[in-house]
């Protein structure tokens, strides 16, 4: 149901952009967002968008960085990755929202999809 895609290798400093297409019937009036997972650690929360777009939320290690947004005609969401550090480098999952607003909960996501693998050099 949800196919994220932009994954890549960039130097630091660098810029990627992912995409995550949810199928038709899916998501259009549920929140969307990304949560990223380095192997051996927990899974953590980076952006979530309310199913309209006006309300964003964003975890502290990204802000400013990452902007999250979505096409509701396309049923997709973005996530605009700029200044990547190293420690940015892990697997981003795209979620859909049990909700219409998530926040910064991970719990408030009630599927994932496979993921894409962000990888940045130092």
């Known amino acids: 149901q949800l196919q994220a895609s932009g994954g890549g290798l960039v130097q630091t400093g660098g810029s990627l952009r992912l995409s995550c297409a949810a199928s038709?019937?899916?998501?259009?009036?549920?929140?969307m967002g990304w949560s990223r997972q380095v192997p051996g650690k927990e899974r953590e929360f980076v952006a979530s968008i309310s199913w309209n777009g006006g309300l964003t939320s964003y975890a502290d290690s990204v802000k400013g960085r990452f902007a999250i947004s979505r096409d509701r005609a396309k049923n997709t969401v973005y996530l605009q990755m700029n200044s990547l550090k190293a420690e940015d480098t892990a697997v981003y999952y795209c979620g859909l929202g049990i909700t219409s607003i998530v926040g910064r909960n991970l719990s408030g996501f009630r599927s994932w999809g496979q993921g894409t693998l962000v990888t940045v050099s130092s």
């Open positions: 038709r019937r899916t998501g259009s009036n549920n929140a």
